[in-house]
């Protein structure tokens, strides 16, 4: 499978959420979704809710906040393929981003021109 990396650095062919979609797994999406609930507070998680084809993609599912993610509508106004091929690279929005997950800075620094 390509790796598949989201707008803001978060790899989503690396993603539980990801891989349970595209092979159907309903069990363990079951299992994200009690997961969403019991520790992320989500209550209407739902196995559906979770489910995810990437947020690259215009249409299709994605989990919760990513349809909704002001980073992912930033960067497909700009037309561009990630947060790091971006010339305001760094900005406000992702920086937030990198506070939560550190790793994302390394695979988007590692995609820059």
């Known amino acids: 499978m390509d790796r598949i990396i989201a707008y803001?650095?978060?790899?989503?062919?690396?993603c539980p959420s990801?891989?349970?979609t595209q092979?159907?797994?309903?069990?363990?999406l079951a299992k994200l979704a009690e997961q969403a609930r019991a520790v992320h507070g989500v209550a209407d998680a739902?196995?559906?809710?979770?489910m995810c084809d990437?947020?690259?993609l215009p249409e299709g599912r994605k989990?919760?906040?990513?349809?909704?993610?002001?980073?992912?509508?930033?960067?497909a106004a700009?037309?561009?393929a990630h947060c790091g091929a971006c010339a305001d690279?760094?900005?406000?929005?992702?920086?937030?981003?990198?506070?939560?997950?550190p790793e994302a800075r390394a695979t988007l620094d590692a995609l820059r021109p």
């Open 23 to 28: 092979s159907g797994n309903m069990e363990e």
């Open 89 to 101: 690279y760094g900005c406000e929005k992702i920086e937030g981003v990198f506070q939560q997950v």
């Open 54 to 56: 990437g947020c690259l």
């Open 46 to 50: 739902t196995a559906e809710s979770v």
């Open 63 to 75: 989990i919760g906040y990513c349809d909704t993610c002001e980073i992912r509508a930033c960067a």
């Open 78 to 80: 700009r037309s561009v």
């Open 8 to 14: 803001c650095g978060l790899v989503c062919s690396e």
């Open 18 to 20: 990801y891989i349970h």
